[in-house]
């Protein structure tokens, strides 16, 4: 028996599938998390719980300005994105910031 399970819910909390074959939706953001994490991805939030579909962690932001660089001018030639090979979940009370990024800089996020 073949089975392909896309999401599945555990006492009310769902869970969502790393091979997923979904529309990637959301508004392109840069978001700050409590302890250094910057990430770039799909923004999307249901209640407190929100998250960053096609997300990659920026280790490095290899810019002179800040991260208001990446989020209108994309990646640099020094910055360095890390998979995350899936959906970023995260509580709305981690988050320390975020920036809405420019789509057409991004392309393939």
Known sequence: MNMNVETIT???KTYYSQTQQEQITGDLKIVVLQRGWCLIGRFSQDG???FLKNAQVIRRWGTTKGLGEL????KKKE?????TNGVVEF??????LSISAKDSV???L
């Open 48 to 50: 407190t719980r929100c």
């Open 71 to 74: 989020a209108l001018e994309g």
């Open 91 to 96: 509580d709305v009370l981690t988050m320390v």
């Open 10 to 12: 555990v006492n009310g």
């Open 106 to 108: 991004w392309a393939g």
């Open 79 to 83: 910055t360095i994105l890390d998979a």
